[in-house]
């Protein structure tokens, strides 16, 4: 759940990710790669038939890449910096039509993992003029490799 800053209204948001990622050994680092949703209009629109088009929203699906600085690590917690770019398809939202282009999404966060909890406050920035901030809880698996810090 989070909340997006378009250029001229901001709206709640909602997204979905599932991603892969993997330690470098020896360093602070990790890299992996992100596939996810965003939309940005959770909430339901109503408009009168004989309004006039203009712009509400924009959703986007993306794919990229992505590294994580480890901040600080212990056994149980790892805090984490977060930094990637995502080629986007996005899909503007019109009152009576909708439009198709492509996007660069860049991605600057801080989380967490604590056991096989992963927190996160991640921000997509479109260069278009859209700023979505996202609250993220997940889980991940797989073996644990924990990064120097």
């Known amino acids: 759940m989070g909340v997006s800053f378009s250029v001229r209204y901001p709206d709640f948001a909602m997204g979905a990710t599932i ?6 050994p020896e360093t602070k680092w990790r890299w992996g790669i992100d596939v996810g949703l965003m939309n940005q209009g ?7 038939a004989d309004e006039p088009d203009r712009f509400v929203r924009p959703n986007y699906e993306y794919i990229g890449g992505f590294v994580d600085y480890s901040l600080f690590s212990r056994d ?6 977060r ?6 398809h996005r899909s ?37 003029g859209s700023f979505v901030l996202l609250f993220s809880y997940g889980w991940w698996f797989g073996k644990k490799s924990k990064p120097r810090g």
């Not at 991603?19 to 470098?24: D, H, V, Y």
């Not at 149980?76 to 910096?81: E, G, I, M, Q, T």
């Open 76 to 81: 149980y917690l790892a805090v984490f910096a």
């Open 19 to 24: 991603g892969f990622n993997q330690s470098i």
């Open 83 to 88: 930094g990637g770019l995502a080629p986007a």
């Open 42 to 48: 959770i909430l339901d629109y109503v408009f009168d």
């Open 92 to 128: 503007d939202l019109f009152v009576h039509h909708r439009e198709d282009s492509y996007t660069c999404l860049c991605q600057v966060g801080i989380g967490a993992d604590f056991l096989f909890n992963r927190f996160i406050i991640n921000g997509y920035i479109d260069p278009r």
